[in-house]
């Protein structure tokens, strides 16, 4: 079948497709991160994508965005949902919240985030005002209340490049800046998918609270063993809450 939704797996959360189809797609930017896995869900067609491959072998500025939202787009999906884990910048936004964000920073360097490396047909700016697609927002905010999860409506999420966690330094300037959660690939899939004319929608799950909170000595800094601890806690969750959304997104 041709799938209508796309979705990207990411830290923890490295398949979610039962009798799925596996596809292999080429795309002129190399291959994506692994197989594609396609399948019928109540009816619609969804195409699964792990960002970092399946067994978590590509690091986030390793990862061929390109390759991996051109697949989706050559398959025929017309909305991205990309759920991530992240740190929260905010005492409010704890771990095991979800947040459906709406709007992004882009700290990272040497990555391919774009489509058009030469403009033979003539320029080709894109808006990225907006980096998520309303419908979807909305979309992902009535399945996460659906299954019970903590919500967040809105927030900036702050992309670094990692692989390594953030200084002290660097994740206090975040939270003066008044960003609310911190991240390693939103940037640049979202930029790609307005690129490809797809919609997109982020929900991030708070992992940890990233450096620690200010004034408060018992909460270390993140790890990654708490990273993938917590994912794996609340990956239940997190397929529950895409399953409830891919209906509503077919139909919106």
Same mark, same amino acid.
């Given at each position: 079948?041709?799938?209508?939704?796309?979705? *990207?797996?990411?830290?923890? *959360?490295?398949?979610?497709?039962?009798?799925?189809?596996?596809?292999?797609?080429?795309?002129?930017?190399?291959?994506?991160?692994?197989?594609?896995?396609?399948?019928?869900?109540?009816?619609?067609?969804?195409?699964?994508?792990?960002?970092?491959?399946?067994?978590?072998?590509?690091?986030?500025?390793?990862?061929?965005?390109?390759?991996?939202?051109?697949?989706?787009?050559?398959?025929?999906?017309?909305?991205?949902?990309?759920?991530?884990?992240?740190?929260?910048?905010?005492?409010?936004?704890?771990?095991?919240?979800?947040?459906?964000?709406?709007?992004?920073?882009?700290?990272?360097?040497?990555?391919?985030?774009?489509?058009?490396?030469?403009?033979?047909?003539?320029?080709?700016?894109?808006?990225?005002?907006?980096?998520?697609?309303?419908?979807?927002?909305?979309?992902?905010?009535?399945?996460?209340?659906?299954?019970?999860?903590?919500?967040?409506?809105?927030?900036?999420?702050?992309?670094?490049?990692?692989?390594?966690?953030?200084?002290?330094?660097?994740?206090?300037?975040?939270?003066?800046?008044?960003?609310?959660?911190?991240?390693?690939?939103?940037?640049?899939?979202?930029?790609?998918?307005?690129?490809?004319?797809?919609?997109?929608?982020?929900?991030?799950?708070?992992?940890?609270?990233?450096?620690?909170?200010?004034?408060?000595?018992?909460?270390?800094?993140?790890?990654?063993?708490?990273? *993938?601890?917590? *994912?794996?806690?609340?990956?239940?969750?997190?397929?529950?809450?895409?399953?409830?959304?891919?209906?509503?997104?077919?139909?919106?």
């Amino acid at each position: 079948m041709t799938p209508e939704i796309g979705i *990207f797996g990411g830290s923890g *959360f490295h398949a979610f497709l039962d009798d799925a189809e596996t596809v292999e797609v080429g795309t002129e930017w190399g291959p994506p991160s692994a197989p594609v896995t396609v399948a019928d869900v109540d009816g619609v067609g969804v195409a699964f994508l792990p960002r970092h491959g399946v067994r978590h072998e590509l690091p986030p500025h390793r990862v061929n965005y390109r390759a991996n939202v051109d697949a989706m787009r050559r398959l025929g999906v017309h909305t991205l949902v990309a759920p991530f884990a992240a740190g929260s910048l905010r005492p409010e936004i704890r771990p095991g919240d979800f947040v459906v964000v709406d709007q992004l920073v882009d700290r990272t360097w040497g990555r391919a985030d774009t489509f058009h490396d030469h403009f033979d047909d003539g320029p080709r700016h894109v808006s990225l005002a907006d980096p998520y697609t309303p419908r979807v927002r909305r979309a992902l905010l009535d399945a996460g209340r659906a299954v019970g999860a903590t919500l967040h409506d809105g927030g900036t999420v702050v992309v670094v490049n990692g692989p390594r966690f953030s200084t002290r330094a660097e994740s206090a300037w975040h939270r003066r800046a008044g960003w609310h959660v911190v991240n390693m690939t939103q940037y640049p899939e979202a930029a790609l998918a307005r690129e490809a004319g797809l919609d997109f929608g982020g929900i991030a799950l708070v992992t940890d609270y990233d450096t620690g909170l200010d004034g408060d000595p018992d909460v270390p800094p993140v790890s990654q063993d708490e990273v *993938f601890e917590v *994912f794996r806690g609340n990956v239940d969750r997190v397929r529950a809450l895409l399953f409830a959304a891919v209906a509503d997104l077919a139909r919106r």
